[in-house]
């Protein structure tokens, strides 16, 4: 499986709770498996854990922007790279409030907050703890991603009433050294560990598109499938193009079939989880969005932007959500609440 990585058991000694472990030939033969026959079994085991014509909309917000230290090469706020991106201070807690608010009447029913952050100072996980507080008494559910954390911040952000952690692995163990060298694959998990002894819900996956093998985008499902205890959250993200990256130089966009494949795979191999297609949903068709909801995918972020990056436009979301007969808060927002 996951050569030299350390990763977190459920529990610590509860056998009985671990879940399986996957290994790499048995995804590769899921991912070469007929196409109906995987969306078979994918739909299959999508409908025994989940409502298949019911999606969940999040909504994020960037409340500190750009200036990263960190080199992840994909990535428009890192400060090793002249993106166009501005760096600026985090948000007053009465701004995300505000956005907080915007993407419930949007639609969303998850508010995800993002600060381009190495690892937070503890004087900025006071106000991240504050703006938790006040999104969840709007009656949403939080997520945040900070970078890495220690114990005492991931108890904090617990006790503030955090619902998910966001932090990827972002693809193979064999593919990460060449996409970002300044923070391990290990202090990624090690941070995951953390996050999840705390008691706080795990959103962990990863980007394709960025020039790396279909056998690493098997491998990074290997990886997030195999972490003790699958991530509840599993985001896919399509590279979103942002200029002066090093990933300009290997980036290729995914065949349509092979994202519907990946996204299949990941629903058989992590049953329980929201699987989340994420960024990149503007390069995507109709008929595409519809072949991974019906391969199992069933999250989106809503909104005409990510963090610095476009998304798919909110009104095409609703089109398209209505053709499928696909619930979700967003329609609900749309027919008035
Ligand atoms: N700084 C924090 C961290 O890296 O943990 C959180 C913010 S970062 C934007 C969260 C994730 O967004 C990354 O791990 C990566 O998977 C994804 N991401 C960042 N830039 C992206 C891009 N241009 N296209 C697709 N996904 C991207
Ligand atoms: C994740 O996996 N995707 C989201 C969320 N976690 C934080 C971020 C996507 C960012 C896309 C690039 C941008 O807009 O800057
Ligand atoms: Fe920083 Fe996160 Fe971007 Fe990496 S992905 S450069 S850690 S903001």
Redesign the pocket.
């Known amino acids: 499986m996951t050569a030299g990585l350390v990763v977190g058991r459920k529990g610590s000694g509860d056998t009985a709770a671990v879940s399986r472990v996957w290994e790499r030939a048995e995804a590769e033969a899921l991912y070469g498996l007929p196409f109906a026959e995987l969306m078979f079994q994918a739909q299959r085991v999508h409908r025994e854990n989940f409502d298949p014509n019911s999606i969940e909309t999040a909504s ?1 917000c ?1 409340i500190k922007t750009g200036g990263c230290p960190e080199d992840c090469g ?4 890192s400060a090793h790279y002249d993106t166009g ?1 501005r760096a600026k201070g985090l948000l007053d807690r009465s701004e995300v409030l505000a956005a907080a608010k915007a993407a419930k009447d949007a639609g969303a029913t998850r508010f ?1 907050m ?1 600060a381009a952050w190495r690892r937070p100072k503890d004087r900025d996980l006071d106000s991240v703890c504050e703006m938790v507080r006040a999104v969840k008494e709007l009656g949403m559910e939080t ?1 945040v ?1 900070l970078g890495m954390l220690t114990t005492k911040q991931a108890a904090r952000l617990s006790e503030a009433g955090l619902d998910f952690y ?1 932090h ?1 692995v972002d693809t193979s163990p064999e593919f990460y050294g060449k996409i970002i060298t300044t923070r391990t694959l290990q202090e990624r998990i090690d941070t995951l560990s953390l996050v999840r002894e705390a008691g706080i819900k795990v ?1 962990c ?3 394709i598109g960025m020039g790396e093998r279909v056998e690493d985008r098997l491998g990074m499902l290997v990886l997030l499938a195999n972490l003790g205890e699958p991530p509840e959250s599993v ?3 399509l590279w ?1 193009e ?1 200029k002066g990256v090093p990933v300009n130089d290997t980036a290729e966009r995914p065949d349509p079939i092979e994202l519907v494949r990946l996204l299949a795979t990941a629903r058989i191999m992590m049953p329980k989880s929201v699987v ?1 297609l ?2 990149g949903r503007q390069y995507m068709s109709d008929e595409a969005h519809a072949l991974c909801f019906l391969a199992g995918a069933n999250s989106i ?1 809503i909104g005409d ?7 798919l436009k909110v009104d095409r979301d609703t089109a398209l959500l209505a053709r499928l007969g696909i619930a979700s808060a967003l329609s609900q927002a749309q027919n008035g609440g």
Do not use: E
């Open positions: 994020l960037s994909y990535c428009s706020q991106v995800c993002a997520c991603t966001n990827n959103c996956g990863g980007i985001p896919i993200n979103n942002v989340r994420s960024a972020f932007v990510l963090l610095t990056t476009k998304n």
